[in-house]
């Protein structure tokens, strides 16, 4: 198997260079590994690039086969940037990456990863090991790849059913985080894995908060916005008119030429942006006054502001749950083009290894994130922001089930116990 070795730049070190008190924990370095069982030639190589998978092509790309000058000079620069070290096996964590199903979420998990490393200088040994996809033989000679180098700590961007596998596979003192996934969507799992998953069905109880009792949900055909049409559903107080947009429809006159069923209605716009600038411009042709447009993270991104005309927004309102406090961590996840400000999957990876390394790794290193484990879940705070401006504009915060005390306290009490598994 062949291993690409990759430690950060000098640059970083320089630019964010703070006074450090000296550890015994090794420094940082970057490993990709491919488990990949075809040979990636020039046109795949290429195509991975236009793509920003990175991580693929330091895995995929075998300099003696490949004569393309321009691949060539960008494995040298990515390449020669780095150094290679050697951490002991307790400081490494294993990513595991199924690109083929996460596809372009795969840049986000790398990159986020690497930025927090170079952003904080931690101590710690990151391997990409790519699978491919999350059937089960990949997944398990994926840890097993992990175990060989006696790692015991996996950060997963997994959908449920690579969860079931790792549940299946992991042992006893090991640990997983899940960024992508929450674990009420999870019917079991072993108590030492983790999820970092946004919590949607939160997200929705807070938006009926400042709705009316006349409700309305946009889906599309999707799975995630079926569970959010769902959770609208079970949570609100009446019954709900439910409109399914699906494949690339792009005339909404059969939905909307029933005005009674949005006009004073809140309505929920579960779809990503371009389709809910549908709905919310088209309402507009139709003379439709909604209450409210409401919507998840799924629409808590800039781009939402040019998609929706101004007039068409003065009543928009989106959760949130992404708030990096960190300004340097930002400013490093900027130069590998990941947003953390918006970025869900990116937010929720520095969440996990900020919990990982501070916990397990170097307990002398004060975490960046204030979210804390409740149970086997990363907990993280919601607020409601306004669109009607050129930017968003936070409400009122709103109240979580669990006080501040309460978090901290089991917070506390959950990482005593995984801490002891794993010793």
Known sequence: MRKIFIIFFTFFICLYAKEQ???????????????????????????????????????????????????LSLYNELNGKFTPQTPQGANKIAVIIPQKTI???????????????????AKVELKFIMSGDESAQNITNA????????????????????????DQNIAGNELAYVPSVHAS????????????????????????????????????????????????????????YEVQVAGKELKLDGYLSKKSKFDGSSVFLNLPVIKASLVATQMRGYQITPFALLSTQINYIPNIFGAIAQRDRQNLYIANSVNPQNDQLVATNALFDVDLRYSQIGYSCSVGLDYIYSNFIDPSHKRLFSENLVGSQIV????????????????????????????????????????QGLE
């Open 143 to 166: 840890i097993n790849t992990a175990r060989d180098q006696n790692i015991s700590y996996f950060i997963a961007p997994f959908t449920p059913s690579g969860v079931r596998v790792l």
């Open 21 to 71: 008190t000296l550890s015994n924990i090794p420094p940082a370095s970057i490993e990709y590994i491919n488990l990949e069982p075809e040979f990636c030639d020039e046109a795949c190589l290429k195509e991975l690039v236009s793509e920003n998978l990175l991580a693929s092509f330091m895995a995929r790309f075998e300099p003696t086969k490949t004569t393309n000058s321009e691949l």
């Open 103 to 121: 596809k372009s979420y795969t840049s986000v998990v790398t990159n986020s990863l690497i930025s927090y490393v170079a952003s904080t200088n």
């Open 185 to 240: 969507l999870v019917s079991y799992a072993k108590p030492n894995i983790i999820f970092g998953g946004i919590d949607y069905q939160a997200q929705i109880a807070a938006l009926l908060k400042i709705s009316n009792d006349k409700v309305a949900a946009f889906s599309d055909a999707s799975g995630l916005g079926e569970t959010l049409n769902e959770y609208v559903r079970k949570l609100s107080a009446s019954e709900i």
């Open 380 to 419: 993280y705070d919601i607020k409601l922001f306004e669109a009607k401006g050129e930017n968003f504009t936070p409400l009122e915060p709103v109240a979580q089930d669990l006080d501040p005390a309460a978090r901290d306290l089991k917070n506390d009490t959950n990482s005593s116990l995984i801490r």
